[in-house]
C-alpha cells in the first residue's frame, strides 16, 4: 500500500478529545460509544458490515455490549497499524452499539509510541455488498473521561498500577440501555503524522481460566493459576457499605512464609487497591500482568464470588507443535520454553510481560524461531523484522528495542538481525521478502565499517552498548572492560565475531538473491584469528591483550566457522568442559555451535545436564515458563517469564528430531535425526509450511512422516 493510499483511511474518521488537562496526559482512559445501523434487507442481501478502527496508545471493542477485540499493536506513527474486523454476525436489525474503551499511557517506555500528547481514534465502517462495491461512513462518537482508575508506574515505567475506584464506573457503560446524553462529542481531527497499514499479524487471544487452586484464608482469598500466565484477574465483591476497600496482590511465586511475593524480584509491585460502592461491583483492569499467584485481601463483610483469570497471548494451536520422548526430561523442558514463547510472544516478542513488556532485538532472534516451529507461522517474525528495519531511519545501525519510544542501541543485537531476515527464507524460502529487507541488512555493515581499523576488525565500537552477555556475572570473566556506557579504547572479541558473523549472512543473502559479493568474509576471518587466537591454548582469547579465554569468545567463531582449520573440536571440548556459564540468550549460540561440528550428544547432554546453570534446575527451582536466568538467584532481578530462554525448541527439533528448514529442498526441509538411544521413544508433531509433520523414533527406527500425503522419510 501506498503512502499516499494510507494517509486516505481515517481520513473522514480520526478522532480526539480537547478537555483541559489532557494535551500531554497520562494513564488516561477514556470511553466512547456510537450507533451503528443494520436493515433488515442488509441482511438478506449479504452487505458485510467490516470495522476498520485503530486508537493512540489502544482501544478495547465492545459491540453491543460484548468483547469483540483489542488492538492495535505497538506501531511507528509512520506505520500504525490498523484493524479489520468483520462485524456481520453481530449485528442485529436496528440500531447497534460500539463501545471502545480507550487508552492513552503517555510515558516514553518500550511499551508505546506514548508520550507525545497524541491521543485519538481511528474508526471506519465499510459497507460491502455481495457485488464487491463497499461504501464508507464514520460514526459519531460520545465520550467520557474515566476516574475509575489511578495509581503509581510499576517495572521499567512501562505500566500504571490501576487502582479502580467502582463508585466512579458504571458497569453498563457498553450497553444499548445506557444513557449517554450527557456525554461530550469527539472531535474530528487530522491524522497529521500517521501513515497507515492494516495490522499484518492476528489480534490477541483473549479467554478466561480458572484458577487450580482457590481457597478461602482468613484474610481474603488465595489463588494459584497452576502455572505462570500472562493476564489480569477479574472477579465480582458485594459489599454492604460503601467505600469497603479489597487490595489484590499478584505475584510470580511465594514467599517463605507461603505469602504473594507481590513486590516481584523483577521490580514490578503488583498491588492495588479495589474501593467499591454499596452493593454488586464487578473489577474491569485494563493493563496486563504476568503472575501465577494472587490473593485477595478484604474484610469479612465483603463477599468476593467469580474469581477467575482472563488469560491473553498470540494465538497458538497448541495441539500443532509437541515433543514426547520416553525419557521425559527433554518433554518437561520442551514445555517450559513453550509456555515462555506462548506467553511471552503478545503483539511482538517481549522481553518479558512484567517489567520491560518490550521487544528486543536480541532476544526475538531465539523467540522468533521457537514460535515459528510452535505456529508454523511467520507472520509475528515478519513484523518483528519490519519494525527494527524502521529504526534504521534514525540510525542504519539499529535500534536493540522497537517499536517503543525508549530508544535503546546494543551493538551485538544489530549485527544478529540478519539472521532474523535469514530465518524467514529458511522458513518461506521467499526471496523477494529477502530482496526488500536486503539493504537493511548491507547498511548494518556499513555503519559498523566505520570501526574498522587497518585489518578489518572493529575497534571501540562506542555508540552502542557491547552487550557480550547479560547479566554480567554471566559472562565468564570476560577480560575486557563493558561498563555501561563506556567502551574501553581496543579492539575485543565478541563484537568483532559477531561482525564477522554478520558480514556472512549478508553475503548469503548475495548469493540467495544472484547478486555480487560486496564483501569478502575471508580476510576478516584471517585478521580474527591472528589477534584472538591462542596457538598455546588452542582457543580464543577475549582481547589481543589478555589470556584469558571466556565461553563467550569461543562460542561464537565457532558458530560462524571463525576456527582455524582442525581446532574445531579442541574448541568444543573446551565448550562442554565450561557447560553453560552464559546467559540463557547467549545458550542458543553454544548449541548450535556444537551442532556446527556434530557433537549432537553433546548438545543433549548440555540440554538435560543438572547443574544450576541448565534448563532442569529452572524445573528443580519450580519454573512454569523459562526464566531470565538459569536460577531465581542468578540475577538481582530476574523475571520468570523470558522467552530468550527458548532455544531448546528449535534444538530439539531440527538438531535432534533433526527436522531443518532448507529452501533448497523440494518440500522446503531435510531430514537428519540425531535422536540419542537415551531418550528411548520419541514422537515429535511439527507445522511446517501449511503442512503438518510427525517424527517418530521407535526401538526398530526413525522415520518423519507427512501426515498430509503419507510420505514417509526414513532416518536412522
Known amino acids: 500500500m501506498e503512502q499516499e493510499t494510507k494517509q486516505e483511511v481515517f481520513k473522514d474518521g480520526w478522532f480526539t478529545v480537547s478537555e483541559e488537562g489532557t494535551a500531554r496526559p497520562q494513564n488516561l482512559h477514556v470511553l ?17 458490515l467490516i470495522l476498520r478502527i485503530t486508537a493512540d496508545d489502544h482501544y478495547r471493542l465492545y459491540v453491543n455490549g460484548r468483547f469483540a477485540g483489542e488492538g492495535p499493536a505497538p506501531a511507528y506513527s509512520e506505520h500504525y497499524y490498523y484493524n479489520e474486523l468483520d462485524l456481520t454476525d453481530r449485528m442485529r436489525e436496528g440500531e447497534n452499539l460500539l463501545a471502545v474503551h480507550l487508552y492513552y499511557q503517555g510515558l516514553v517506555n518500550r511499551v508505546w509510541n506514548s508520550g507525545d500528547g497524541k491521543f485519538s481514534l481511528g474508526c471506519e465502517i465499510l459497507r460491502r455488498g455481495s457485488d464487491g462495491t463497499e461504501t464508507a461512513e464514520t460514526p459519531e462518537w460520545r465520550y467520557q473521561i474515566s476516574y475509575a482508575y489511578s495509581g503509581e508506574t510499576t517495572g521499567y515505567e512501562t505500566q500504571f498500577l490501576e487502582d479502580f475506584d467502582s463508585r466512579l464506573w458504571d458497569d453498563d457503560w457498553n450497553t444499548a440501555a445506557y444513557d449517554d446524553r450527557s456525554w461530550k462529542l469527539m472531535e474530528r481531527a487530522e491524522p497529521d503524522g500517521y501513515c497507515f497499514e492494516k495490522q499484518p499479524v492476528k489480534m490477541l487471544q483473549i479467554y478466561e481460566m480458572q484458577p487450580e487452586e482457590l481457597r478461602r484464608t482468613p484474610e481474603g482469598w488465595f489463588l494459584d493459576m497452576g502455572q505462570e500466565i500472562t493476564g489480569t484477574l477479574e472477579m465480582e465483591a458485594v459489599s454492604p457499605v460503601e467505600g469497603a476497600r479489597v487490595i489484590l496482590q499478584c505475584g510470580e511465586e ?12 523483577c521490580g514490578c509491585r503488583y498491588e492495588e487497591t479495589w474501593t467499591l460502592r454499596k452493593g454488586v461491583n464487578r473489577l474491569e483492569p485494563y493493563d496486563y500482568k504476568g503472575f501465577r499467584y494472587g490473593e485477595i485481601l478484604c474484610g469479612p463483610e465483603t463477599e468476593i464470588r467469580r474469581i477467575r483469570a482472563v488469560v491473553r497471548h498470540y494465538p497458538m494451536d497448541e495441539s500443532l507443535c509437541t515433543f514426547r520422548s520416553e525419557e521425559g526430561t527433554a518433554d518437561r523442558i520442551f514445555e517450559l520454553c513453550k509456555n515462555g514463547v506462548k506467553f511471552g510472544t503478545q503483539e511482538g516478542y517481549l522481553d518479558c510481560p512484567t517489567r520491560e513488556k518490550g521487544q528486543y532485538l536480541g532476544d526475538a532472534v531465539v523467540t522468533s524461531r521457537a514460535q515459528v516451529w510452535l505456529t508454523g507461522s511467520v507472520e509475528m517474525l515478519r513484523k518483528c523484522v519490519d519494525q527494527f528495519a524502521q529504526t534504521a531511519e534514525t540510525c542504519p545501525g539499529l535500534a536493540a528495542v522497537a517499536p517503543g519510544s525508549l530508544r535503546q542501541e546494543i551493538a551485538d543485537f544489530s549485527l544478529m538481525w540478519p539472521q532474523l531476515l535469514l530465518t524467514d527464507y529458511q522458513f518461506t524460502g521467499d526471496r523477494e521478502f529477502l530482496r526488500k529487507y536486503y539493504p537493511t541488512a548491507k547498511g548494518i555493515i556499513e555503519y559498523f565499517r566505520k570501526y574498522e581499523r587497518e585489518d578489518g576488525l572493529l575497534e571501540q565500537v562506542a ?17 575486557f572492560e563493558l561498563s555501561r556506557p563506556v567502551v574501553a579504547p581496543g579492539c575485543h572479541n565478541v563484537v568483532n565475531a559477531l561482525y564477522i558473523g554478520a558480514v556472512g549472512m549478508v553475503s548469503e543473502i548475495e548469493q540467495i538473491l544472484g547478486m555480487p559479493c560486496s564483501y569478502d568474509r575471508e580476510p576478516l576471518k584471517r585478521a580474527f584469528i591472528n589477534t584472538f587466537f591462542s596457538e598455546e591454548t588452542g582457543l580464543f582469547t577475549d582481547s589481543p591483550d589478555s589470556m584469558h579465554s571466556a565461553v563467550h569468545s569461543n562460542i561464537y567463531p565457532l558458530y560462524y566457522g571463525l576456527c582455524p582449520e582442525g581446532t574445531e573440536n579442541r574448541i568444543a571440548d573446551f565448550l562442554m568442559e565450561k557447560g553453560l556459564c552464559c546467559g540463557v540468550m547467549v545458550s542458543y549460540f553454544y548449541l548450535k555451535a556444537l551442532v556446527r561440528v556434530g557433537r549432537y550428544k553433546d548438545v543433549y547432554r548440555a540440554l538435560v545436564n543438572e547443574s544450576e546453570h541448565g534448563w532442569v534446575n529452572m524445573l528443580r527451582e519450580g519454573a512454569t515458563t523459562c526464566w531470565e536466568a538459569w536460577g531465581k ?17 528449535s534444538v530439539l527439533i531440527e538438531d535432534i528430531a533433526g527436522f531443518r528448514p532448507d529452501p533448497r529442498e523440494r518440500e522446503g526441509f531435510r531430514f537428519e535425526p540425531h535422536i540419542p538411544a537415551e531418550m528411548g521413544e520419541v514422537e515429535v508433531r511439527i507445522p511446517f509450511r501449511g503442512k503438518r509433520y510427525t517424527v517418530k523414533k521407535s526401538s526398530e527406527r526413525g522415520k518423519a512422516e507427512n501426515e498430509s500425503t503419507g510420505q514417509i522419510f526414513v532416518g536412522e
Open 254 to 265: 511465594l514467599t517463605e512464609e507461603g505469602r504473594v511475593r507481590y513486590d516481584m524480584r
Open 463 to 479: 555508540d552502542k552498548w557491547n552487550l557480550v552477555d547479560w547479566p554480567e556475572n554471566l559472562r565468564d570473566g570476560y577480560d
Open 633 to 649: 538467584d542468578q540475577k538481582w532481578n530476574t523475571s520468570l517469564c523470558h522467552p530468550w530462554a527458548s532455544a531448546p525448541v
Open 32 to 48: 466512547a460509544r456510537a450507533s451503528v445501523s443494520c436493515a433488515a434487507e442488509q441482511k438478506k442481501t449479504g452487505e458485510k
